[in-house]
């Protein structure tokens, strides 16, 4: 298998579908549909998933897709290469902010992760890392992340698990809040990841998130030394939902051991 | 007065501000200094608040400043014409992700808004008001604030006061988070109020500003529909620091009766 040359592929599907969905919006806008915007969002998640399948599928039949949209074939298992994704990881950053959404592809290989992409679609910005050759920004490379302590940590977080909730002690994320620099919230999963892999926040929690959200990410996250788990510590199921957290190495056992209390 | 002709002033100093800043910023990540980003950002902030009072002195030396780093005089009313200005807001967002920082200034005359700036430094984005006149978005004029449900908006806050703090009853906040169909928190208050002023969020909540951290914002918000006050519904303290709220019209009222309770 030529990861190089799938890579290469990747990255030009992913542009093209960025190129699609920054038209057909910029189309939407100016002809000022009556249409719910809850719709256009849902319509071109639908086309560009479709796109993703039709490119992945001529590229190489083999390939299995596990889409958030759920249109390509129905995936078992991780066995062989599987290509998982999400066309527009943000969808109501798309339609209220116009910005903010990416979307985030993930290439596998019997469960091991080989290829990750987050594009920030309106930006035009590309986070990606091949396995064992490292990660990038753009052109450039995105370096180690440096350790530092919980105090200076600016995590990414919807204050809704800071309440009471079903999932977690909601005290002891309370007691986090209180603890680190600053919090942020950002509406997009794979946006907050691709922060945390570059350095911009220091970690991101979650209590419930799909394979999609996580796939691409999880891989850049290995190449920059940022650790990506679930609550408990374990790899993050790809075949169902789980909670997730990817940190900064120097705060990520630390925060699951004194700030995370599953109910 | 010609705000006409102030307002051009205005635009070519943020601009020419926005330039400085961005021009230090990238000499500085690339000469990769050992200093402090916190002394960094601190030297940055003075600089450009200088070159601000400088530029203003020249315009015309009857103008006062009010700025966050204090270097310009003291000022002890509004009366007359004030600039009141902040060279960098967001400052940790600057230090660790080098975007989603604002320059903000408001331009008032005996205590009314006249001009209204937040400049996203990193994007070269300007929304900007002119008292009676409208808002923009760079080139585009920004429409009116359309009504919306409580339920359906998406409103700015920080998880901080979702959690028990001396200021506000957070049983209540954790009421709106629960009510509302999703938060935001960016790290910087110019940010979000330039998103409610053009509908990416519909309020935005912080238990304590400055006025160089809203000046701008509330004179675009007028110009929109949005509606800012302090947490009473009162006006603005802009000789201190006061509690803030602006919001979509439709649910500014609603917001401060159903789920504020100052303690």
Chains 1, 2 share one sequence.
Do not use: C
């Amino acid at each position: 298998m030529d990861l190089k040359q799938i890579d290469q592929f990747a990255k030009e599907t992913i542009f093209e579908a960025g190129k699609l969905i920054r038209d057909t919006f910029s189309y939407e806008l100016v002809v000022e549909t009556k249409s719910d915007p809850n719709d256009l969002v849902t319509n071109i998640d639908r086309e560009t998933e479709l796109f993703f399948i039709e490119k992945i599928k001529s590229f190489d039949p083999s390939h299995k897709i596990l889409g958030e949209e759920g249109m390509g074939e129905k995936v078992q298992n991780l066995d062989g290469p599987v290509w998982i994704l999400d066309p527009i990881d943000g969808t109501m950053n798309f339609v209220k902010q116009h910005r903010h959404f990416m979307i985030t592809v993930g290439f596998f290989v019997n469960g091991i992760g080989k290829l990750g992409y987050i594009y920030d679609v309106m930006r035009e910005d590309l986070f990606y890392a091949i396995e064992g050759e490292g990660a990038w920004y753009n052109d450039t490379p995105l370096r180690k992340l440096k350790p530092l302590k919980i105090e200076e940590a600016v995590i990414g977080i919807n204050a809704t698990w800071v309440t009471p909730n079903k999932r977690i002690n909601h005290e002891k994320m309370i007691d986090l809040v209180k603890t680190v620099r600053g919090t942020r919230s950002y509406g997009s999963a794979a946006m907050e990841i691709a922060f945390v892999v570059s350095g911009k926040l220091d970690a991101y929690i979650s209590m419930r998130l799909s394979p999609w959200d996580i796939g691409g990410g999880t891989i850049i996250a290995k190449e920059v030394g940022a650790i990506a788990t679930n609550l408990n510590g374990n790899d993050f199921d790809f075949l169902s939902q789980d909670t997730f957290i990817i940190a900064n190495p120097s705060i990520h056992q630390l925060i699951l051991d004194r700030y995370i209390e599953e109910k």
